[in-house]
């Protein structure tokens, strides 16, 4: 029998990473994407090619409007995404709740499908300060998913693997690169245009940038106007 993984994918970096690691460990994946009311879904179409050029078991795409209640620059239109690293404070791109959602969407899926973990690509070092990216976060949802499905009570609980926690974004880069990620096909970017361009000014594309530019590494991510 495979070890089964569901794995959420917003095609960017840290999911393609993390979902790398999870084959690399011998696990049959899960692709577990949601269109969420986001500034663009090219992420969406970015996520499926992962999902493609991975040969994955499955993909599931999920619609959650989360922008009908806005709250976040990412899901309302009439916030503007902060375009410089932030000095203090949590950003006004945080989604509400966005991965206790996520995370419960796919516990659910990995009860129906009786898999051993899901692997989420969430980050406690190089990223923009979310409290749902932070270990005692997860920590927090391993619990609640031992007392509150079937598979918890029996003593058979998914696990939350979370790979890339503790890592630096010249790490995580590092890593995927020796286990054959392509990171031209993976997008960051907070408000990519339809195109797939990232507009290489939020603070999501530039810690992305960054992270090649200390490797001294070709970012292989195309710009708006070849930024």
């Excluded at 696990?27 to 994407?33: I, T």
């Excluded at 096909?185 to 594309?205: I, K, L, M, W």
Aim: aromatic share 8%; proline share 4%.
């Amino acid at each position: 029998m495979h070890k089964k993984a569901v794995v959420p994918l917003s095609g960017g970096l840290d999911s393609a990473t993390c979902l790398a690691i999870a084959i690399e460990r011998g696990f049959e994946c899960y692709g577990l994407s949601f269109d969420y009311g986001q500034r663009h879904s090219t992420e969406i179409e970015f996520a499926r090619g992962l999902a493609r050029d991975w040969d994955l078991k499955d993909h599931l795409i999920l619609n959650i409007d989360l922008g009908r209640m806005g709250g976040s620059a990412l899901t309302d239109m009439n916030l503007e995404v902060p375009l410089d690293i932030r000095s203090e404070g949590i950003p006004s791109t945080y989604v509400p709740a966005r991965n206790t959602i996520f995370l419960s969407y796919a516990l659910a899926y990995a009860e129906v499908l009786s898999a051993d973990c899901i692997f989420i690509g969430v980050n406690a070092v190089d990223y923009s300060g979310y409290p749902d990216c932070r270990p005692e976060y997860i920590e927090a949802f391993q619990k609640m998913a031992k007392l509150a499905t079937k598979e918890g009570v029996e003593g058979k609980a998914v696990r939350i693997e979370t790979p890339l926690i503790h890592l630096r974004k010249t790490e995580i880069v590092q890593k995927g690169l020796a286990l054959g990620v392509d990171y031209s096909r993976t997008v960051s970017c907070y408000q990519a245009d339809s195109q797939g361009r990232s507009c290489g000014r939020c603070e999501s594309c530039l810690i992305r940038k960054s992270a090649f530019e200390v490797l001294n590494m070709h970012d292989p991510t195309v710009y708006v106007g070849n930024i």
